[in-house]
Structure formats: C-alpha cells, structure tokens
DNA sequence: TTTGATACCTAAGTTTCTTATATATATTTG
DNA sequence: CAAATATATATAAGAAACTTAGGTATCAAA
C-alpha cells in the first residue's frame, strides 16, 4: 500500500473527474466506487470526503439534489459546467504532475511506469 | 503549472532518489538541480527542504558532511543502506499511486500518460 | 436482537507544507 | 566601489488537507 500522503490533493481531481464521468452520484456510493475501481487500494475516508463535496458545493462545481430512500436520505451530486472545466483543468494539471515526476526521478521511474 | 498541493508527500521521494543517483549533494544544491531538471516546474521552498532534510538524517537515512569554502559552509548528504531501501520503496509507492490513479481516472486519464 | 452495511455529518489533532524572517559570504553589475 | 543578486544555511508561525474519532439514524441479515 502506498503512503497516504500521496492521495493529498487529488481528492477533489478525483471527486469530479468519477462525477463527471458517471453523472450523479452520492457520497457513499463514491466511497465504494472508488474502492472496486482502485481494488481496495483507494479507501475514501468519511472524514476527508464530505467536507470535500460540501467545499465543492460551496465553490459552485457540484449541486445537489435530495433524494428520500425510505426513512433515509441521500444526497447526489452533481457537476456544474464550472465544475466540468476544473474537472478537465485538475485532470491536466494531474498529468502535467505525473510527467514532471518523471523527469526528476528517471531513468529509474520511467522503466516502472 | 499544477497545484503545489500534488507535491506534498512526494518532497522525501525526491530527495532520497535524487541522492542516490547523484551522489552527496548539498541543501542549495538540490534546489537548482531540482529546478533544472524539471524546467523551472518545480521549485523547491528552502523552508520544506531543510526540515525535510534533517528528519532523513534524525531517521538515519541520510548521513551529513560538513565541508568550507572559503568562510562559508556546505552540507554534504548522502544515502544510508537504510536510505537506499526507503528511496526504492517510495519509488515503488509512487508508481503504484499513479496506476491506481489511471484506473481511478480512466478512460480520460488513460490517454494523457 | 445484535451485528454489519448503508448513509449522513462534525471536530480535534497531525502532518507537511508555505510564507516570512534571520544570518552571512561571494559575485556580479551599474 | 556600492548595491544588488546569488550562494548557503536555518527556524518559526500559520495554512491546508488530511486522519482519527466520535455522533446519529435506518435497514438487512444472522
């Protein structure tokens, strides 16, 4: 398992790429779409996501609609077209990252990815 | 440029891979080094480095050697047997980070890497 | 009926930076 | 030759983004 300090500031790269690409979702079922795809590499813990989508809310890049499943409420959300844009801005500034990290550490990283 | 946010966490995997390629190199030296390599991309804060590279020599990674030029000094580090394995083992961790981020933000991640 | 899964949320504490400041020598430029 | 820039180290306060821990409640299964 790689070190969490890793994951520190793609938390919202991933938020709204995973919305984008999948339309509406909820905060659990983000949870645990992101735990399947990432094999249970990737566990989003309760305590770093809701504040998450709450800031993005706030910031106008994700609405939400309140959906009553019996007793229980859920909270889908879903990306703006200012939230599509930073999606798409995260996502670069994400590979721009990736590839800057290979020129610092190749030649050993180049050959690992 | 990207969000400096994504660097956190990878600052010890640098300087640990970086002085293990290139042998002992100094606090400034790094920094320039750095900077040249990644195209002005990255910039190292002194106020991250320093720190970071007393924490490396306290946990018996790196090892220092204090040398004069002229009136001023210079502070030599070099990797440890126990630094090597730690510089292998972040490589390792980075490199499984950004494939489960391909899995993660794939298809569209995919194609930009 | 109690355990685990589903579903939301907040707050205190930790880590790891950034920003600012301090000190001092060496070199370049106007 | 004076002033600005580069070289070289270091620490400390504050910010950001998490983790850990706790709280509330419904639903399904054992």
């Not at 990432?38 to 305590?47: A, I, Y």
């Amino acid at each position: 398992m790689y070190s969490k300090e890793l994951v520190k500031g793609t938390l919202k790269t991933i938020i709204l790429n995973l919305l984008e690409e999948q339309g509406k979702m909820y905060g659990y079922e983000i949870t645990q779409k992101v735990r399947a795809i990432s094999d249970g590499k990737l566990v989003l813990t309760e305590g770093a996501l809701y504040p998450s989508l709450h800031a993005l809310e706030a910031d106008g890049l994700l609405t939400t609609e309140t959906v009553n499943i019996g007793k229980r409420i859920r909270k889908y959300y879903t990306v703006t077209a200012k939230g599509g844009s930073l999606a798409q801005e995260k996502m670069n500034e994400f590979a721009d990252f990736v590839n800057m990290m290979k020129l610092v550490l190749s030649p050993k990283f180049s050959t690992q990815i």
